[in-house]
């Protein structure tokens, strides 16, 4: 059941926004249409991309929680 909905909870690679600001322990990400629950990726200078979850929306900005600190992440990154 658990695996199920994260199956369902994944976006498709094809769906990109980018980073637009951090607050607090969020990214806001411009142009990335998901659903709150949603696992997405954020690239990040180096290394692997940082995992987080759709947490919520205001206007046309998608806010993540990341699973991990942000180290790394820069204004416009891709994020999906």
């Known amino acids: 059941q658990y695996l199920f909905k994260q ?3 994944t976006i498709s690679s094809d769906i990109r926004g980018s980073v637009v600001s951090t607050a607090g ?3 806001e ?3 990335l249409p998901v659903p709150i629950g949603a696992q997405v990726n954020i690239e ?3 290394g692997e991309p940082l995992k987080g979850e759709v947490i919520g929306f205001r206007e ?5 929680a990341p699973f991990g600190n942000m180290d790394g ?3 416009g990154a891709s994020a999906g």
Not at 60 to 64: A, D, F, R, Y
């Open 73 to 75: 992440i820069r204004y």
């Open 60 to 64: 046309q900005v998608t806010h993540i």
């Open 25 to 27: 322990m969020t990214a």
């Open 29 to 31: 990400v411009a142009g």
């Open 44 to 46: 990040r200078l180096s």
């Open 7 to 9: 199956i369902e909870q």
